[in-house]
């Protein structure tokens, strides 16, 4: 699977952005699916993540009530609605075809298997 992320951009406090993650392969839909960023000297931290069917989602308490996660099997992408977004939102976002979304939100590991390039979200004050 290679996923391409796209959709970041330069954007005021308060503001929305739409992340889109497409991904390439057959196994798309068999896949759970993350968002994941990284601030500047930072290390890499979890944002959300999907079931392969769409019926749950996970999200990191900073960008709960936020941000959501939605994915287009028919598409093979996935997205990341992001609202209200302050300047701490800042940062690199990747997306990411996970191996097992129950350790993902039981805290066991993130087991990612393929991930995307990184798609820049600068948040102005």
């Known amino acids: 699977v290679q996923l391409q992320a796209s959709g970041g951009g330069l954007v005021q406090t308060g503001g929305s952005l739409r992340l889109s993650c497409a991904a390439s392969?057959?196994?798309?839909?068999?896949?759970?699916m993350a968002w994941f960023r990284q601030a500047p000297g930072r290390e890499r931290e979890f944002v959300a993540a999907?079931?392969?069917?769409?019926?749950?989602?996970y999200y990191a308490d900073s960008v709960k009530g936020r941000f959501t996660i939605s994915r287009d099997n028919a598409k093979n992408t996935v997205y990341l609605q992001m609202n209200s977004l302050k300047p701490e939102d800042t940062a690199v976002y990747y997306c990411?075809?996970?191996?097992?979304?129950?350790?993902?939100?039981?805290?066991?590991?993130?087991?990612?298997?393929?991930w995307g390039q990184g798609t820049q979200v600068t948040v102005s004050s």
């Open positions: 999907i079931t392969w069917s769409g019926n749950n989602t």
């Open positions: 392969g057959r196994t798309f839909s068999s896949y759970a």
């Open positions: 990411a075809a996970v191996g097992d979304y129950g350790e993902l939100v039981m805290g066991i590991g993130y087991n990612v298997r393929y």
